[in-house]
């Protein structure tokens, strides 16, 4: 393994959970900039990571650059971040709806940059994290990446064209999660449960299911039938989601947040 120096542009939420993530990795080198001073301070407080001064600064002491920053900051970052790139720098870019043709195009022609698309599970070691590499990132990079974003949950490798999609269902996709848990824990409390109960309950029965379904053995329609007995209490339960169609709306939900994302990127 390499000596990798990782700069943190920007070390709000995001990179935080990265930071933590990466901070015990062997033969890891962090630094950070911010141009919140509390924020940088309390990430270098918590976590081996060393605070710089400028973007220019980070640029230098960092081959591999994380920009951590809201979309709508990324251009005058990657303005102040220019003059000191080399073709030598890696750009990572976790802004969402952000194209690394754009990054490229607003740095210099030879900037290798990879587009990620992270998830806000990331914050308990469980993200998932989509990533492209853009015209310039070899396999190497791209790997790079993968072994990066590793540390704070699964990658999946992806199209830039695939990114809206990856953007609707595991950016977005915590909320939906969310929506459906606290609908199911407040089905729970209507049917007699305390709502801690309930919560419990609901939130486990997920955590378990995705297990299974990660597992691989089986598709989730099988591990349906599998738990779906004739006549029995899933049997009645599932007989009401179909007659509300919640297949077809979740399917909607993708497809909605996925067109969002298309028009967000124009
Ligand atoms: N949070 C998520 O769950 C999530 C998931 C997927 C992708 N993302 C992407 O991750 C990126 C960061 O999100 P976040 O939630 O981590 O944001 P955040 O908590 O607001 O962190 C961004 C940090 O960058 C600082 N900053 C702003 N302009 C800067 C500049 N020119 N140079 C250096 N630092 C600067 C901000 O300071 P100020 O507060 O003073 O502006 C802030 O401390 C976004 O582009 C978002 O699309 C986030």
Known sequence: MTH???G?????????????GLSTRPKTTMYGFDSNAATLRDIC???PVSSVISIPEIARQAQVLILAVKPYQIADVLAELKPSLTENHLIISVAAGISSEFIRANGISELKV????????AFVGEGMTAI?????ASDHDVTLARDIFSAIGRVALLNESQMDAATALSGSGPAYMFHILDS?????VQSGLAHNDALLLAAQTMLGAAKMALSGTKKPDELKRDVTTPGGTTEAGLKVMDEQHIRQILIDTVAAAASR?????K
Do not use: W
């Not at 199911?184 to 729970?188: K, S, T, Y």
């Open 114 to 121: 990879i587009r990620v698309m992270p998830n806000t599970p």
């Open 4 to 6: 990798l120096q990782l």
């Open 184 to 188: 199911l824990a407040e089905g729970g």
């Open 8 to 20: 943190f542009i920007g070390t709000g939420r995001i990179a935080r959970a990265l930071i933590a």
């Open 261 to 265: 994302s298309h028009e967000l990127m």
């Open 45 to 47: 407080n918590d976590y």
């Open 132 to 136: 492209c590499g853009g015209k310039n």
